[in-house]
């Protein structure tokens, strides 16, 4: 089998050519049970630029803890944000998209008729993804913030329906994705659940509880709780809670993804933090920084999800990342397009990939 040297900068003008990334725009559209959110992009030397983006809580998964299918209320905010979406794609010239829905649309009844109004209305073709592709996306999104020396990282992600969890060993040459859970609760499905002004201690507990049953046999089956006692494990967290809570400890005059992003929490900071919220009424927490009206019903059931991981898993400390599904989905596009660029040239002139890279 031939080895594959770096590619040579010689050759780079000839590698960019119509059908790899240079030259095109990228959109990635993650739509969740409590976001719609889009990313448009060109490509960089290192990754990518981000040259327009929205993100909106259009709520599309509200009323389907007590019923099976979206409402018709739900659904108008979403194809308004879609609309939205689609001619900020248009405007850019996306040449190279997906657009992907998780838990709330893998739930409903009537997804695939949601969908066809989308497809009509928007020209979006969306597509569910399964659990596991929305944590593999996660961590494609967020792997280079787990730049610890720890050899395993535990990755989250909080959303609207469910929350994903990721477990990788990390070798620095190729990651491994060892293993993924789904938990069934997520921040709107459980302040429909539970209610949204308050919440019980006992009620905040019981959560906490059965969130740390759903998780025992994963913990059990990958060690993680022994690893992360022995400092094997680095911990990283890519949700709205996680972000909101970093931005108040941060004393954020208002939100700015830049000091968020590859930020720390400690354990006893996302203990206060956690707390604070809990003790304050709803109207109270719309006032606070980084909160407001858009996630003040929903920030008490993100943390007591949180509350129930760091509990489980003595890590320490949390890598906070604002970034995720959308990221991920930006760099397979772009890598995708690399690699029908070297398949292109090998067919035209039926080198391989020796004679491509050199020896």
């Known amino acids: 089998m031939a080895r594959c040297a770096?590619?040579?900068?010689?050759?780079?003008?000839?590698?960019?050519?119509?059908?790899?990334?240079?030259g095109k725009t990228f959109a990635a559209l993650d739509l969740g049970t409590n976001n719609c959110r889009l990313l448009?992009?060109?490509?960089?030397?290192?990754?990518?630029?981000?040259?327009?983006?929205?993100?909106?809580?259009?709520?599309?998964?509200?009323?389907?803890?007590?019923?099976?299918?979206?409402?018709?209320?739900?659904?108008?905010?979403?194809?308004?944000?879609?609309?939205i979406c689609a001619k900020k794609m248009r405007r850019h010239g996306a040449s190279r998209f997906r657009s992907v829905a998780t838990e709330v649309c893998r739930r409903a009844k009537n997804a695939q008729k949601f969908f066809d109004d989308v497809l009509e209305r928007t020209g979006i073709n969306i597509e569910v993804i399964t659990r596991r592709?929305?944590?593999r996306l996660a961590v494609s999104g967020c792997r280079s913030l787990l730049n610890g020396p720890e050899p395993f990282a535990v990755l989250f992600d909080i959303g609207g329906g469910s929350t994903q969890v990721a477990w990788l060993s990390l070798d620095g040459q190729k990651d491994l994705l060892s293993g993924t859970i789904s938990v069934p609760f997520g921040v709107v499905t459980l302040s429909e659940k539970y209610g949204s002004e308050s919440l019980h201690p006992k009620i905040y507990q019981q959560i906490i509880d059965k969130i740390g049953e759903q998780l025992a046999a994963f913990c059990a089956c990958h060690k993680i709780a022994e690893r992360s006692v022995n400092g094997q494990v680095q911990m990283l967290g890519t949700s709205g809670t996680v972000t909101t809570l970093a931005g108040i400890e941060k004393k954020l005059k208002y939100y700015d993804r830049k000091q968020v992003d590859d930020s720390t929490l400690t354990f006893a900071a996302i203990r206060k933090l956690c707390n604070d919220p809990c003790r304050m009424d709803i109207r109270t927490r719309i006032k606070v920084t980084c909160i407001g009206k858009?996630?003040?019903?929903?920030?008490?059931?993100?943390?007591?999800?949180?509350?129930?991981?760091?509990?489980?898993?003595?890590?320490?400390?949390?890598?906070?990342?604002?970034?995720?599904?959308?990221?991920?989905?930006?760099?397979?596009?772009?890598?995708?397009?690399?690699?029908?660029?070297?398949?292109?040239?090998?067919?035209?002139?039926?080198?391989?990939q020796q004679d491509i890279y050199g020896a």
């Open 294 to 352: 858009d996630t003040a019903d929903l920030v008490i059931a993100g943390c007591a999800v949180l509350e129930a991981m760091y509990r489980r898993w003595p890590v320490g400390k949390l890598r906070v990342a604002d970034r995720g599904i959308r990221e991920g989905i930006l760099r397979e596009l772009m890598a995708e397009a690399d690699r029908e660029v070297h398949c292109s040239l090998m067919d035209k002139t039926g080198n391989t």
């Open 40 to 83: 448009v992009a060109r490509p960089t030397q290192n990754g990518f630029h981000v040259i327009d983006s929205f993100s909106k809580p259009v709520r599309l998964g509200e009323g389907l803890e007590s019923g099976n299918d979206l409402n018709e209320r739900a659904i108008e905010r979403t194809l308004c944000a879609l609309e």
């Open 133 to 135: 592709e929305e944590a």
């Open 6 to 22: 770096p590619m040579r900068k010689p050759r780079e003008a000839h590698l960019k050519s119509q059908y790899d990334r240079w």
